[in-house]
């Protein structure tokens, strides 16, 4: 064989080693562009988990007004409007997930390690919030039966403060003990 027909067989082979090497370059970068996207997100989740623990550790005229505090602080960070608190702000980097209530995700109150008798878990009251995100966005290994949690992951966040007393829980502990009015910061 001849030089001249030797670089008529490996006409193109450069080209096809660029195509393949900017495929795997470029699978790369958007895996990392991915995950550097679910963690700011996760940052975002972190602060508005902590600033909703602060809103339920803060007095409120009962339980429930201190729930819906956390929630509306949660949703203003995380959700797409008040009007719409099942709704995602920033979907295309994660879901919320799980949670107790209307808004996905979120779980407020006490721990699965609360106990209220025993002085070291009694504290843990808060906010937990879940989400599931993507970490590639090539579905790269899923399952063929097309599992939608293919190639994801879920992350939890949770701010335990704890719970102030409501006002209506402190008075009606003043009134058990007869009636009482302390101004003891209720």
């Known amino acids: 064989m001849t030089g001249a027909d030797k670089r008529k067989t490996e006409a193109g082979q450069s080209t096809i080693e660029f195509a393949l090497a900017l495929t795997l370059m470029m699978g790369f970068v958007l895996f990392f562009v991915q995950l550097s996207l679910l963690f700011a997100y996760g940052n975002l989740v972190h602060y508005a988990t902590f600033m909703a623990a602060r809103a339920y550790l803060a007095a ?17 960070l995380l959700k797409k409007s008040q009007g719409e608190p099942g709704l995602e702000k920033y979907a295309f980097i994660a879901q919320g997930e799980g949670g107790s209530g209307e808004i996905p995700g979120l779980s407020l109150g006490p721990s699965p390690q609360y106990q209220p008798k025993n002085a070291d878990l009694s504290w843990m009251q808060g906010v937990r919030y ?33 719970r102030e007393k409501s006002f209506g829980e402190c008075m009606s502990f003043m009134e058990k003990l007869g009636g009482a009015r302390i101004d003891n910061g209720c």
């Open 130 to 162: 879940s989400f599931r995100g993507r970490v590639s966005m090539v579905p790269i290994g899923a399952p063929k039966n097309g599992n939608p949690n293919a190639n994801s992951v879920t992350l939890t966040s949770e701010s335990w403060l704890g």
């Open 60 to 76: 409120g005229m009962s339980n429930e007004d201190q729930q819906r505090r956390a929630q509306d602080t949660i949703v203003r």
